[in-house]
């Protein structure tokens, strides 16, 4: 089994403030590490693919990094809906796929 | 335009088995490197990836449910269906199925299908 283990669970930002979520891997994941953005009452949305990738259509304020097992999103000007769960997955295992359990990211 | 949509009963009774349909256009699950997944989210919880069918008929699931699951596909139809057996009330969800490429990052979801499974 790979737990990946988000933190923090909950993450207050000002707007135009930079936000900093980080995933950690029990195991090295190479870099098939993915970040997805869920809405209230949405599917979630790939955001960043390959640790570092911004998916099709990302705004450029979003951006992943890391290799192994430690990964970093960052939001670098955060706006009013930006405010979202955000889920990690690695997908460098299989079955063994496995997502973080969240980063609730609000507006303070 | 890639589109997904998920479909199947709102309620089933524990002990039940559970069926669930994805149907997909803009893409055709016989084209190399093609594959399809579901995953699931129970009310205020974290995702949880169920299982993957590719393009070569391959089949991979989540190694705490493989007893209970089945995933196939109709190519000709453009879906793929889940089937899970013994329903619990844990198993209470929205449902999702998701594509990949090659295995990599799910880049199209559906909008999730939620079951509740009660008496």
């Known amino acids: 089994e790979i737990v990946m283990t988000q933190s923090p669970a909950t993450l207050s930002v000002s707007p135009g403030e930079r936000a900093t979520l980080s995933c950690r891997a029990s195991?090295?994941?190479?870099?098939?590490l993915a970040w997805y953005q869920q809405k209230p009452g949405q599917a979630p949305r790939l955001l960043i693919y390959?640790?570092?990738t911004r998916a099709t259509g990302i705004p450029a304020r979003f951006s992943g990094s890391g290799s192994g097992t430690e990964f970093t999103l960052t939001i670098s000007s955060l706006q009013s809906e930006d405010v979202a769960v955000y889920y990690c997955?690695?997908?460098?295992?299989?079955?063994?796929?496995?997502f973080g359990q969240g980063t609730k990211v609000e507006i303070k | 335009q890639v589109t997904l949509r998920e479909s199947g009963p709102a309620l089933v009774k524990p002990t039940q088995t559970l069926t669930l349909t994805c149907t997909f256009s803009?893409?055709?699950?016989?084209?190399?490197?093609?594959?399809m997944n579901w995953v699931r989210q129970p009310p205020g919880k974290a995702l949880e990836w169920l299982a993957l069918?590719?393009?070569?008929?391959?089949?991979y699931y989540s190694t705490s449910l493989k007893t209970r699951l089945t995933i196939s596909k109709d190519t000709s139809k453009n879906q793929v269906v889940l089937t899970m057996t013994n329903m619990d009330p844990v198993d209470t969800a929205t449902y999702y199925c998701?594509?990949?490429?090659?295995?990599?990052?799910?880049?199209?979801w559906g909008q999730g299908t939620q079951v509740i499974v009660s008496s």
């Open positions: 998701a594509r990949n490429v090659y295995f990599d990052a799910f880049d199209i």
């Open positions: 803009g893409f055709s699950l016989s084209t190399s490197g093609m594959c």
């Open positions: 069918i590719n393009w070569d008929d391959d089949k």
């Open positions: 195991r090295r994941v190479s870099s098939k």
């Open positions: 390959g640790a570092s």
């Open positions: 997955q690695q997908h460098n295992n299989w079955p063994l796929v496995a």
